[in-house]
């Protein structure tokens, strides 16, 4: 027995490789993107620690080569889902009683073998299943996936040891413990870090998982289950059930056990969780907690003082890294008329560099959109944007015969409630209001107005005094804020990442906010000498 109070090792932000021409790097990943390139894997359910195989089977492919399959996936039914629960269940309470330094040590062991040993096999997977650059991979699989691992340690650490105050003859102490039931965590394709974290997250404070990947990201999410495995997490603490939306409201939200939902992806899907978690609330043992970090219609606002070169820089880089699939994208942006001619032509000679294709060429900036729904529903904006005479489509475009390519777009509204303007795409489509001058605060209000979100927005400008002024108007426009700086690449540790309004509970992934959510603390008084006698010295008259 030992009676030491640990501490985890400080954490520190993983440093991100530049995969330049020559390097180690550089030829690790290219012989994994070859290796996997050749496979198809046979991805079966994780319930229990066992593999489990159904008769309804998907593909997982490229999708910038949409005819190459990398993997087939079994789909969890009511029977699975309702083990995964079970299973859930059983692990339980050893894990919660597992001292929470030997909970952290398997996770950070995890973080361990993705920054170095696996860190090819990670990476290559979500280029290849999700359609990532090189470096679009590396700072999301390998570095902000080790950085969640190691941070949440961190915070974990600072939520135990945070004590009430104690009196004299009195011991006062918080008992932080995991929620009432499992965990459900829902995770996007758009992500491999979040898809981690949304698992991980709540079973580092003791709580079990049942985990839903999504389908287009399912073979970086399938070698988190195996790293994890290797780290040494225990049968049952996170179960892997790809499923169908349906089936997974049915059988496992609207089970009494449920604790808590992690969830990331469109805010339609979450309305529909917190519905049926509403409609299921006399059945639930306890009151189940939401996370959620759900859509963005993310702006970028410049004042006639903003630098061109930098603005425009923060427009290409915030609307077209990954293909514009990331929930911070920049997909809005407002430009004073007496900035907008030498905007728009260095943002037209900006595009016109960017190259479009497979990922493994690592001289391209952008690959594929994710699938073909989201294809043709980016495809439609840009074809209503063609023939409307309230917008024009300077540049831009799609080709979907061997992968679902759309290439830099950006069109130019002439009114500032156009659709694209106001509605969430998830694809790499900037749409441009030019304002004039003299509307500055007017079209500042109308920035602040015209979405249902509220994620992330950016402010270009020189003027302090001007800096200082948008900052307080668009107070609750973006809960993530950047000035002078494209609205993307929060890191861990750095800038804790989420939204309100339509955009979530803005719980803050990548904080100890976030994991507060997944404690039920509980208060113990200790008295060391208890009272013999219930009168008060009140009660006497003499």
Not at 70 to 85: N, P, Q, R
Request: charged share 20%; net charge neutral; proline share 5%.
């Amino acid at each position: 027995m030992t009676n030491n109070i640990s501490l985890v090792p400080a954490p520190v932000n993983e440093p991100v490789l530049g995969y330049a021409a020559g390097s180690n790097e550089r030829q690790l990943l290219k012989a994994e993107l070859a290796r996997q390139a050749a496979l198809v894997v046979d991805i079966p359910l994780i319930i229990g620690g066992k593999e489990y195989r159904t008769k309804i089977q998907k593909n997982v492919v490229m999708p910038h080569n949409h005819k190459h399959v990398l993997a087939h996936f079994s789909l969890a039914g009511e029977a699975e889902l309702k083990m995964a629960v079970a299973a859930a269940d059983k692990a339980k309470k050893q894990w919660a009683e597992m001292p929470f330094e030997h909970r952290a040590a398997i996770f950070l062991k995890a973080a361990e073998l993705i920054s170095t040993k696996y860190r090819p096999l990670i990476n290559a997977a979500t280029m290849l299943g999700q359609s990532k650059t090189a470096y679009q991979a590396e700072i999301d699989s390998a570095c902000e996936f080790a950085d969640f691992l190691r941070f949440n340690a961190h915070f974990a650490q600072e939520i135990y040891r945070g004590q009430p105050l104690s009196t004299g003859g009195v011991w006062n102490r918080l008992e932080y413990r995991p929620l009432d039931g499992f965990v459900a965590a829902i995770s996007p394709f758009n992500f491999t870090a979040i898809a981690g974290n949304l698992s991980y997250s709540p079973a580092l404070m003791g709580n079990t998982i049942v985990w839903k990947p999504s389908a287009t990201a399912m073979l970086s999410n399938y070698y988190i289950m195996q790293i994890f495995a290797e780290a040494g997490l225990p049968a049952g603490v996170i179960n892997f059930v790809p499923s169908s939306g349906a089936d997974l409201s049915k059988h496992v939200l609207s089970d009494a056990n449920l604790g808590g939902v992690h969830f990331t992806g469109s805010t339609t899907v979450f309305k529909d969780i917190w519905a049926t978690v509403g409609k299921n609330i006399t059945n639930y043992r306890s009151y189940p907690r939401l996370v959620g970090e759900t859509g963005g219609k993310d702006f970028i606002f410049a004042h006639n003082s903003a630098s061109v070169v930098p603005l425009v820089t923060a427009m290409v880089r915030g609307a077209f890294e990954y293909q514009g699939q990331k929930c911070s994208a920049a997909s809005r942006a407002y430009i004073p008329a007496s900035l907008w001619a030498d905007v728009k032509k260095r943002l037209l000679d900006e595009v016109a560099k960017i190259k479009v294709g497979d990922v493994s060429d690592f001289t391209n900036f952008m690959g594929a959109v994710i699938d073909e729904p989201s294809f043709n529903k980016i495809r439609k904006y840009i074809d209503d944007a063609k023939a409307s005479t309230l917008a024009d489509v300077i540049c831009g475009g799609y080709d979907g015969k061997d992968g679902y390519f759309v290439y830099p777009t950006v069109i130019v509204a002439k009114t500032p409630d156009y659709p694209t303007m106001r509605e969430e795409i998830f694809g790499p489509v900037l749409t441009v209001y030019v304002y004039e001058d003299t509307d500055f605060d007017k079209t500042l209000n109308l920035c602040d107005t015209a979405s249902d979100y509220a994620l992330t927005g950016a402010i270009f400008a020189k003027d302090r005094d001007v800096i200082t002024y948008m900052e307080k108007a668009l107070t609750s426009a973006a809960g993530n804020f950047y000035i002078n700086d494209k609205p993307t690449g929060a890191v861990v540790g750095q800038q804790p990442f989420g939204g309100a309004r339509g955009s979530g509970t803005n719980d803050k992934a990548g904080s100890i906010l976030n994991l507060y959510r997944w404690v039920s603390p509980r208060t113990i008084k200790e008295t060391f000498i208890p009272a013999e006698n219930f009168e008060y010295p009140f009660m006497k008259e003499k």
